[in-house]
């Protein structure tokens, strides 16, 4: 779980983990302001109107008798 | 020479059908003027004027034998430079792929050659359609016609610059946020993004694979309305490729918008954002030209605006950030710093969090199709500004979120931008359309039928 605003010692942990291993210091300044910048996305996706029956499908959804 | 500068593809078409108009005089006044302006433009990150000649001089043979393909023939495009083209570099505008030679064409790129075409060259784009506008890459940004001071719009911004600029009449750009529709904005021409699975994608190089689109970018709406009848249809080898007939987006042309049901998201750019006053002024003034013409105006709602942007960037950061993992790991240092950023965005989203946005994404979709139960097509603003200017990055950040596009990359829906006048200091103004999916047909014909009864479409930007 992600703590509301990730500290510049936790982004790089995080980036050690995945292999991110090459940034430097102005990288890891970028991708702390994107992780947070994601961080906020994700507060805002409207996710309490889900039902557990709401899956994901793709894009749109064709009428009957459409041949895809 | 200087009227074939904006001469359209159905015009230009005509004329060298009826053999008046000679596509290898027509390729090297287009060539004179990318040479004379586009140092100033950035329009071209590739300008291959051996090969434009070299079509064109075929397509003029042809033609004269009395083998005349249809309406491309003869007529120069320009691709944006993440899609492939056989034997040239696919740079994605990057360090990264400066070397990156494709070795057939893209889907789309197959169909323009085979149709005749005439290849002017590869356009810039923001660095793998996400990261610009730039200035710490190996080639520079384009700007905008209309003021190069300003900002066109990206990720397809040279698409945009070139076509608006009069270097050609028709180019390809591809929209996952909005890349098409932005520059269109921006630029003052016409950009649609097709129903997703409309255009093939194969042969493009992805940023997100279900939010990518591959859309036209021309000048007048007949223009796009033919661009897509020559590229669209289905593909076995893209997995996004709905397997349906295509074609006929030319059908409904001059039958107007009497009767046609028209509903328009006020609440995007009046509630969830406040766009520019003359943003709003003009795609008032659009809405109650469409009235006056016999359409029927309702307002409809759908989800703010903030909704759908969550979902579209968190299904876009997360599937790029898939794409890019390696790269970022390797050679982090070779992307500019907007793309790096964008990028690395998707590098710790939580699965649970993409899958809800996948989860919303059909939920959102489904709501907004059930509204064409009562309306043909709706309206709204795509940008919420007039074009910035291209050296001021807080504005160009700031207005590049400030958009109503990205809705219609999670529906999935065919959503057109097109102009609808320009502002007081004379930069382009636009609304965009968008209908249910698969009815580009509905949306050209009410795209037309205002381009008829206005004048935008005589209105070009004079190069400096």
């Known amino acids: 779980m992600q703590p509301d605003h990730l500290t510049i010692d936790e982004v790089r942990r995080m980036a050690a983990a995945i292999g991110l291993n090459r940034l430097s210091e102005e990288h890891m300044q970028q991708l702390l302001h994107a992780a947070n910048v994601a961080h906020a996305r994700r507060t805002i996706l409207p996710v309490a109107s889900l039902t557990p029956a709401d899956e994901p499908a793709h894009v749109y959804r064709h009428r009957p008798g459409d041949e895809r | 020479m200087s009227e074939l500068f904006f001469l359209g593809v159905a015009d230009a078409a005509e004329l060298i ?44 043979t042809e033609i004269i034998q009395g083998g005349w393909r249809g309406i491309f023939h003869g007529i120069p495009y320009g691709l944006k430079d993440i899609i492939d083209y056989a034997g040239l570099p696919t740079t994605a505008h990057s360090k990264i792929l400066r070397d990156n030679v494709a070795s057939s064409d893209a889907v789309v790129a197959q169909k323009l050659r085979a149709a005749g075409g005439v290849f002017m060259g590869k356009l810039s784009t923001h660095e793998f ?8 890459l190996p ?15 990206g990720s397809s911004s040279g698409s945009g610059a070139a076509t608006a600029a009069g270097f050609l009449p028709a180019a390809l750009g591809t929209d996952t946020g909005g890349s098409v529709r932005n520059p269109a904005s921006l630029c003052g021409i016409v950009g649609l993004k097709p129903t997703y699975g409309l255009v093939s994608r194969r042969g493009v190089l992805p940023l997100a694979y279900s939010l990518d689109h591959i859309g036209p970018m021309t000048r007048t709406v007949r223009d796009n309305a033919l661009l897509l009848d020559l590229i669209a249809g289905y593909d076995l080898l893209d997995p996004g490729s709905a397997n349906r007939a295509t074609g006929g ?61 969550a979902v579209n960037r968190t299904i876009l950061t997360s599937e790029a950030f898939a794409i890019h993992e390696r790269w970022m790991r390797e050679r982090p240092q070779d992307y500019g710093a907007l793309a790096r950023e964008r990028l690395m965005a998707g590098a710790f989203v939580r ?3 993409y899958v809800n946005a996948t989860r919303l994404r059909r939920k959102m979709s489904d709501a907004f199709h059930a509204l064409f139960a009562d309306i043909d097509v709706a309206i709204t603003t795509s940008s919420m500004d007039p074009a910035c200017r291209i050296d001021d990055p807080v504005a160009c950040e700031t207005t590049y979120a400030r958009q109503s596009r990205s809705p219609f990359n999670v529906t999935g829906s065919p959503a057109l931008s097109m102009p609808v006048g320009l502002t007081k200091t004379g930069l382009p103004l636009a609304m965009q359309i968008v209908a249910r999916p698969f009815d580009e047909a509905t949306i050209y014909r009410v795209a037309e039928a205002y381009e008829q009864a206005s004048d935008w479409k005589s209105r070009h930007p004079v190069l400096g």
């Open chain 2, 249 to 309: 987006y030319t059908a409904q042309l001059g039958r107007g918008v009497k009767g046609l049901r028209i509903g328009v998201i006020r609440h995007f750019y009046t509630r969830d954002m406040q766009a520019d006053a003359e943003m709003t002024a003009a795609v008032e003034a659009a809405v109650t030209l469409l009235a006056e013409l016999g359409a029927e105006v309702r307002e409809i709602e759908t989800a703010p605006l903030g909704d759908y942007a």
């Open chain 2, 351 to 353: 699965a649970a969090d």
């Open chain 2, 139 to 153: 080639w520079p940004p384009a700007r905008n016609p209309w003021n190069r001071d300003h900002f066109t719009g």
């Open chain 2, 17 to 60: 059908r009826a053999k008046k108009l000679s596509p290898v005089e027509y390729a090297k006044a287009l060539l004179e003027r990318i040479e004379r302006h586009d140092s100033k433009l950035n329009a071209f990150l590739r300008f291959m004027p051996e090969i434009a000649l070299a079509d064109a001089r075929r397509a003029e």
């Open chain 2, 129 to 136: 359609a996400i990261g610009g506008p730039s200035f710490d």
